[in-house]
């Protein structure tokens, strides 16, 4: 089972344009961490939000975490050609196991 | 440098022939974990470990095995490979249990297994 789902699966945006991907899981966490991948290479941290913060921020990242409806976003702010990747959103759901969601796909155009 | 490495890169097999993938960390991390990664489905952990001679099941242990006799090296066995292991593997390595800390990740190790 899958413990968090991103949220366009693939978005295409103009260079200098924003991009907003959604997270949602589905059992409590402790955290919840952010990863992008550039194209089968390995996954690079962005950014790590603990479940009793509710924004938290990264130069041109923006993270939001709301608990409640147990999403997360992640804003990138100016994109770049260079931001075309894959991101993950990853939870730790249950024991000690680390979860990821399938992605999302953002080609940024110039 | 600060990394984890991963031998080999690129590997066809053919089925029932064991094969390892070597994982190595030298950022004298106590967590490590394998992941695949097949197309629509994300990262998939198989197995982890949080620490020396410490290992735990992830989410698709069956038919792999792994081991951790010594902090930095992880290595995943495939006893008998299948078709259904051709896939994208990584491995990874953070200061302690992964939900709290940022992993870091191999360069991955594509496996076709025929």
């Known amino acids: 089972s899958q413990q968090g789902e991103e949220d366009p699966q693939a978005l295409s945006i103009q260079e200098g344009e924003n991009a907003t991907m959604n997270c949602s899981y589905k059992t409590s966490i402790n955290n919840l961490q952010w990863y992008r991948q550039n194209s089968g290479r390995g996954l690079v941290h962005l950014i790590l939000i603990r479940s009793n913060e509710r924004e938290k921020h990264s130069g041109r990242l923006r993270v939001t975490l709301d608990t409640s409806k147990k999403s997360s976003s992640l804003l990138i702010t100016a994109s770049r050609a260079a931001d075309t990747a894959s991101y993950f959103c990853a939870t730790d759901a249950w024991g000690q196991n680390f979860v990821f969601g399938p992605g999302t796909r953002l080609s940024v155009l110039p | 440098e600060a990394q984890v490495t991963q031998n080999p890169r690129y590997l066809i097999t053919v089925t029932g022939k064991k094969l390892t993938v070597t994982c190595s960390q030298n950022?004298?991390?106590?967590?490590m974990s394998w992941y695949r990664q097949d197309p629509g489905l994300g990262l998939r952990q198989i197995y982890y470990?949080?620490?020396?001679?410490?290992?735990d099941k992830g989410d698709v242990p069956e038919g792999y095995k792994v081991s951790r006799k010594e902090k930095r090296n992880f290595p995943l066995i495939l006893e008998s490979p299948s078709p259904n292991q051709t896939s994208l593997y990584f491995c990874?390595?953070?200061?302690?249990?992964?939900?709290?800390?940022?992993?870091?990740f191999g360069p991955g190790t594509r496996l076709t297994v025929l």
């Open positions: 470990s949080m620490n020396v001679e410490v290992t």
């Open positions: 950022m004298n991390h106590e967590y």
């Open positions: 990874a390595s953070s200061l302690s249990f992964a939900g709290n800390n940022e992993q870091f």
